[in-house]
């Protein structure tokens, strides 16, 4: 089993930029492709970047352009640097590993609280 802490979060103007990290420990050998989700007050668990242990990322139309997700593996860390941020960025986000995707994967298949490891997530609030 796979813990993961998500920190970084805040509050932030728009046009702003934070940098998350989420931090893995456990059986991480196992660890291939992690993912970022993202949830807005009354909305449903987003995808937003999926990054394979190679460095291979992907993402939502959304953040593409603005958003980086990054891995420092040795230390079993995940980043997501967050650039122009806009209003609607604001959620609570998440960093997710499940064990059977590939990275490629995380972006096709519906977020499930009940599959692989997720952790506490990290608010982030974008306001003037």
């Known amino acids: 089993q796979v813990q993961l802490v998500e920190s970084g979060g805040g509050l932030v103007r728009p046009g702003g930029s934070l940098r998350l990290s989420c931090a893995a420990s456990?059986?991480?050998?196992?660890?291939?492709?992690m993912g970022w989700y993202r949830q807005a007050p009354g909305k449903q668990l987003e995808f937003i970047a999926s990054?394979?242990?190679?460095?291979?990322?992907d993402y939502a139309n959304s953040v593409s352009g603005r958003f980086t997700a990054s891995r420092d593996n040795p230390r079993n860390i995940m980043y997501l640097q967050m650039d122009n941020l806009k209003l609607e960025d604001t959620a609570v986000y998440f960093c997710?590993?499940?064990?059977?995707?590939?990275?490629?994967?995380?972006?096709?298949?519906?977020?499930?609280?009940?599959?692989?490891?997720w952790g506490q997530g990290t608010q982030v609030t974008v306001a003037s």
């Open positions: 990054v394979s242990s190679g460095g291979s990322a």
């Open positions: 456990g059986s991480t050998s196992r660890i291939h492709a």
């Open positions: 997710h590993i499940n064990p059977r995707l590939r990275y490629s994967d995380y972006g096709l298949v519906k977020a499930d609280p009940n599959v692989g490891s």
